[in-house]
């Protein structure tokens, strides 16, 4: 196992992620117990010492299933990490009470790494109003060590982040992204990691396949992969890419069968970062997945130019996030920090943006699909 060095700590590179937990009968809110201990007894054994869930993994599951099963080991042989809710704007008053209830479903009297959970533009202005005491109880736990390692995940964009930095950076001692070579360019995440390292912040990763669209590559993809490295699997090229990136110290996995795990843990074994070559061919690959994917260069011009005063081009990237994606829950949370008349289905079809679109993007067709798409 490749282990990553944090303040004295050896922290596995490959770390567990507790939202894709094995389920009975495809029910998501029903952890299968079994095979979920069975997979933490194989990720103990091959040396993963970090676990992370959360308060709303599994229908508020995640947190019981995995204190269960890490229960059954030495608190000292493991790290554990959980968050602070903030996705849902109602449980910023209760972060005590959330707190107190998240170490009695976890079974533990502290939490190695605690986040801030998911700083975006719908809750930014709620993380840093004080009123809610948020950040004064964290710190707090972490002054009385219930908390060892205070930090933050975001889904937000990049000037969501700076906001939060601005503010608490120097408290914060590691925050977790979404980066893989697809988001390196598509959700900025280049520029991410670029501004958590000039805060000296280390980065842990989320989503390393894209929910497991870089897990299964077209075939013409994988074979441009499979010509630089015959050996490497097509997963394994993902991790390899993390590997290469300065600052990126744990990696989460949601592994949710055995076999993935497996996988995952003999890639881990050996560290094999990526040439400047390979480096190359593989965001190639990743722009070439892409395609159909409306070419906005945020030049503004249709701003100008639009009756309604849309901010066009933060519609079209959520609208190309939410395509590709085949939905989730990025553009619908970003949309809820913005006024309804600003929403797409606020286009009135003008087409007056169209005419300056030096991309000739067909806009007016772009909002009507997305309000479409919000609607269903």
Not at 189 to 217: C, F, Q, T
Request: proline content about 5%; overall charge negative; glycine content about 8%.
């Amino acid at each position: 196992m490749i282990y990553r060095e944090f303040q004295g700590k050896k922290l596995s590179m490959l770390g567990m992620g507790a939202m894709r937990l094995p389920v009975v009968n495809g029910d998501d809110g029903v952890v299968d117990g079994a095979k979920t201990e069975e997979m933490v007894a194989y990720a103990m054994e091959h040396g993963v010492n970090y676990y992370d869930t959360a308060w709303g993994y599994h229908g508020g599951n995640s947190e019981i299933a995995m204190g269960k099963a890490l229960g059954r080991y030495p608190r000292e042989s493991y790290y554990l990490a959980d968050k602070f809710p903030g996705y849902d704007l109602s449980n910023m008053p209760k972060v005590k009470e959330i707190f107190e209830r998240q170490l009695q479903k976890c079974g533990v009297e502290y939490f190695d790494f605690y986040l801030f959970h998911n700083v975006c533009e719908m809750n930014i202005d709620a993380y840093l109003d004080e009123k809610y005491g948020i950040f004064s109880y964290l710190t707090e736990q972490k002054r009385a060590g219930r908390i060892r390692h205070l930090g933050f995940s975001a889904h937000g964009n990049l000037d969501v982040m700076k906001r939060f930095l601005e503010k608490y950076g120097a408290d914060m001692e590691f925050c977790q992204i979404q980066l893989n070579y697809l988001d390196w360019s598509f959700q900025d995440a280049k520029a991410k990691v670029e501004l958590l390292n000039s805060y000296h912040i280390p980065v842990w990763v989320m989503e390393p396949l894209r929910g497991g669209k870089l897990a299964d590559l077209p075939t013409e993809s994988a074979e441009v992969l499979k010509a630089c490295r015959p050996d490497e699997t097509i997963p394994a090229w993902a991790f390899r890419f993390l590997q290469s990136i300065p600052g990126v110290t744990v990696i989460l996995s949601g592994m949710s069968n055995f076999q993935q795990m497996k996988e995952n843990i003999e890639t881990f074994e050996t560290e094999s970062p990526l040439s400047e070559n390979e480096m190359r061919t593989l965001l190639s690959v990743g722009e070439g997945l892409l395609n159909g994917v409306l070419p906005c260069t945020a030049c503004h011009y249709c701003v100008s130019h639009c009756p309604k005063g849309l901010d066009i081009p933060m519609l079209l990237e959520l609208y190309n996030e939410h395509s590709f994606t085949g939905g989730g829950f990025i553009a619908p949370m970003a949309l809820m920090a913005v006024p309804e008349e600003k929403h797409p289905s606020a286009c009135v079809g003008c087409r007056s943006c169209e005419k300056v679109c030096p991309q000739q993007i067909r806009i007016s067709e772009a909002m009507s699909d997305f309000a479409g798409k919000m609607r269903a």
